[in-house]
């Protein structure tokens, strides 16, 4: 109830300078992806309306979503509500880096950090490498890994593009022969709202941005 209350006088005071308010989200790690070249579109086509922009998980994302308190959520677990509605946006490649093993052959599951980030990667995980399922150590968060893989060394996954930049930054390598693992990602929207012209501009300024990263 707070929260919905705090959104209104938002809101309000928002209209009284602005012609219009957005409130968008994406999940956790997209920071350096995906945000910035939406947040960049967004002041483009939006140039008369107030933008908050915030990173989170997927379940507040959508619980955020069906309290009104976003209006437009980046997320790669949707949960299936009838006032809802999910599009995929794209698909994000994550490969596998090293600071030890050049070679899959190579990796060893004592310093291995198994990728426990979403469950479709660690569903894709388990059926491409089955041997590396039982490691020690496991991780939920992305930052985490990184932060381990630069404290101590090893061997985890990473978004392809975070990959690339720790292994010029860092003494490691993209593993050869380990599988390329795949994220969906989808767009949620209030599905009575998903025709009002500020979300199909902001989805659309969203679509700019993914297109920006993949050429």
Aim: glycine content about 4%; hydrophobic content about 40%.
């Amino acid at each position: 109830m707070l929260s919905t209350w705090s959104q209104a006088r938002h809101d309000v005071r928002a209209f009284n300078r602005f012609e219009g308010s957005l409130r968008v989200a994406a999940q956790v790690g997209m920071t350096r992806s995906i945000l910035p070249g939406w947040l960049e579109m967004l002041l483009q086509v939006l140039p008369r309306s107030s933008i908050h922009v915030e990173s989170d998980y997927s379940p507040q994302m959508i619980s955020d979503l069906s309290l009104g308190n976003l209006d437009i959520a980046v997320v790669y677990a949707p949960r299936y509500l009838p006032e809802i509605t999910y599009d995929q946006l794209m698909v994000e490649e994550y490969v596998m880096v090293s600071t030890t093993a050049r070679r899959l052959c190579d990796v060893s599951p004592d310093s291995y950090i198994r990728p426990g980030y979403t469950v479709a990667l660690e569903k894709a995980h388990a059926e491409a490498l089955p041997n590396l399922t039982a490691c020690r150590l496991s991780m939920g968060s992305e930052t985490l890994a990184d932060n381990m893989l630069r404290r101590a060394g090893g061997t985890c996954y990473m978004r392809a593009e975070d990959a690339r930049r720790f292994a010029a930054e860092r003494p490691s390598h993209i593993v050869e022969q380990a599988p390329t693992l795949h994220q969906p990602v989808y767009t949620a929207v209030l599905a009575r709202r998903r025709h009002e012209p500020i979300i199909k501009k902001g989805v659309r300024a969203l679509h700019l941005a993914v297109m920006s990263l993949e050429s």
